[in-house]
C-alpha cells in the first residue's frame, strides 16, 4: 500500500488500467463498501460507490459512455466526474479519489 494520504484516506493500488476492459469496469472490496472502478474509451478513470441512488442498482453493470454510466436497473444516467444522476432524475453516488501512477490504479480508501 502507497502511504500518500489524502483527507485521512490512504493510496491503495489495486490493479493496472489493462484490468479494466474500455468502456468497462471493475469492483472493488472496501471496509466502507464495494467501489466499481470505470475505464472510458479515452482511458480516463473514475470511481464509484458500486450503488445507483435510486434502487441500488450495480454500477458496475451498468453501460459506460463518454464520462457517464447508465445503470442497469432504471436506465438512470450517473455522471462519473461527480457522481450526480443527469436531469430530469436526482441524486448522487460517492465518488472515490482515483489517480494512476503509470498504469497502475491507486484509489484512496480507508484510514491509516
Not at 500518500?4 to 490512504?10: E, F, L, M, Q
Not at 493496472?16 to 476492459?21: A, F, Q
Not at 459512455?65 to 436497473?73: E, F, K, Y
Not at 462519473?80 to 441524486?91: C, F, I, R, S, Y
Request: proline letters at 4%; one cysteine or more.
Amino acid at each position: 500500500m502507497d502511504g500518500n494520504i489524502v483527507s485521512g484516506s490512504v493510496w491503495r493500488a489495486v490493479g493496472v488500467i489493462d484490468d479494466i476492459p474500455r468502456l468497462g469496469s471493475r469492483v472493488v472490496v472496501s471496509a466502507s463498501g464495494d467501489i466499481a472502478v470505470f475505464r472510458t474509451a479515452d482511458d480516463r478513470i473514475f470511481a464509484l460507490y458500486d450503488s445507483c441512488p435510486h434502487k441500488q442498482g450495480k454500477l458496475s453493470q451498468g453501460i459506460v459512455h463518454g464520462d457517464q454510466v447508465t445503470c442497469p436497473l432504471h436506465n438512470w444516467v450517473i455522471g462519473l466526474t461527480d457522481g450526480q444522476a443527469v436531469a430530469p432524475d436526482e441524486g448522487c453516488t460517492r465518488t472515490v479519489p482515483v489517480r494512476l501512477d503509470g498504469q497502475t490504479i491507486l484509489l484512496a480508501v480507508g484510514g491509516s
